[in-house]
């Protein structure tokens, strides 16, 4: 896996604009997410969990109550890969099939 150049980079954020780039590691992006408790927040790291192991790419995530934070970077491209965007773009399909389900509820 190969890592995004700049332009590349530039192009694939610009697409994610809720998630924010750090160079750091040799480049990730970083989300938060909230939710309005435990359950939901829980449900939400389920789901991606399933997808991740789906495509054998697995995030970096800390959950406190109904707040989870989630990294992504490929550390055999040392850095951000395309592997990162197409599973952030899944994340936020996830996030928001949430979000729809508990204005539902």
């Given at each position: 896996?190969?890592?995004?150049?700049d332009?590349?980079?530039?192009?694939?954020?610009?697409?994610?604009?809720?998630?924010?780039?750090?160079?750091?590691?040799?480049?990730?992006?970083?989300?938060?997410?909230?939710?309005?408790?435990?359950?939901?927040?829980?449900?939400?790291?389920?789901?991606?969990?399933?997808?991740?192991?789906?495509?054998?790419?697995?995030?970096?995530?800390?959950?406190?109550?109904?707040?989870?934070?989630?990294?992504?970077?490929?550390?055999?491209?040392?850095?951000?890969?395309?592997?990162?965007?197409?599973?952030?773009?899944?994340?936020?399909?996830?996030?928001?099939?949430?979000?729809?389900?508990?204005?539902?509820a």
């Open positions: 896996m190969l890592k995004l150049d332009q590349e980079r530039q192009i694939a954020l610009e697409q994610l604009s809720s998630w924010q780039y750090e160079a750091q590691r040799g480049g990730l992006i970083r989300r938060k997410f909230v939710f309005h408790d435990f359950t939901e927040a829980f449900a939400f790291m389920t789901q991606v969990a399933l997808h991740a192991e789906k495509h054998d790419h697995h995030p970096e995530w800390n959950n406190v109550y109904n707040r989870v934070e989630i990294v992504l970077t490929t550390h055999d491209a040392d850095g951000l890969s395309q592997r990162d965007i197409a599973l952030a773009h899944i994340i936020d399909a996830v996030f928001a099939r949430c979000a729809a389900s508990a204005d539902q």
